[in-house]
Structures are given as structure tokens and as C-alpha cells.
């Protein structure tokens, strides 16, 4: 039996990544099945499902905080996949990439374009 957050997590989950995050979850049920959960449970049953901002603002902000990170680029790339899910367009999630070259450097806005340049060319 799951939890209300697991069950909740789990919707939002499809919302946001579609097929993109039963496939993150579905890797690590070999390794970390409980951190699997802990994925479900925490970022998508506790913070997405909070009111307050739209799933299209939510990947705004997890897109430019990845692309910020430098070192995220797998995680990355499933929210850019997850950011054209809920709606951003291309143009939109460029921008993004682009404006975190004023706050995390040319190194960081480059990897991020990179990465979305893979996430486009497979949709």
C-alpha cells in the first residue's frame, strides 16, 4: 500500500515528465528502489503539488537551476523534456539556458544549450 505523497507524487510525476520519468524511477528500482520512492515522495508529492505556482513555472525554475548547477546534465535534459511536457516552447527554454549565462557563467549557459540541442533532436 502507498502513501497519500506517494500517490499524489506519482500523478504529478506523469503530469510533468510523461513516460521521461517512469523511466528515471524504472532505473533505479535495481539499485535504490527507497530512493525511487524518496524521488516520488518528496519533489513530486511534497513541492510540485504545492499551490502557488503553475508546473510551467516550476520547470522555468528547475530548468535554470540545473542549467546553473553545471553538473546536472542528465537530470538536465529529463527537464527540458519535462519543460516542452507542460507546455514551455523551444524558444522559451532557450532563453532560460541563456539567462543563466549572466548568473552562472558562459561554461554553464553552453553545457546547458548543449543539452537541450540532444533533448530537441530526439522529439
Known amino acids: 500500500m502507498h502513501s497519500e505523497r506517494f500517490i499524489t507524487g506519482q500523478k504529478m510525476l506523469q ?7 517512469d523511466a528515471v524511477i524504472e532505473s533505479l528500482q535495481d539499485i ?3 530512493f525511487a520512492r524518496y524521488l516520488i515522495e ?9 499551490p502557488g505556482l503553475d508546473l510551467r513555472s516550476r520547470e522555468i525554475a528547475t ?4 542549467t546553473a548547477l553545471g553538473n546536472a546534465t542528465p537530470q538536465l535534459k529529463v ?14 527554454i532557450i532563453e532560460v539556458i541563456m539567462q543563466m549565462a549572466v ?8 553545457n546547458g544549450l548543449f543539452a537541450a540541442k540532444e533533448v530537441f533532436a530526439t522529439r
Open 79 to 92: 527537464h527540458i523534456a519535462a519543460a516542452r511536457h507542460v507546455g514551455l516552447t523551444q524558444e522559451e
Open 42 to 50: 518528496f519533489p513530486f508529492g511534497d513541492i510540485y503539488s504545492r
Open 32 to 34: 535504490a528502489p527507497d
Open 15 to 21: 503530469q510533468v515528465d510523461g513516460k521521461g520519468g
Open 63 to 66: 530548468v535554470a537551476a540545473l
Open 103 to 110: 548568473y552562472a557563467g558562459f561554461p554553464a549557459a553552453l
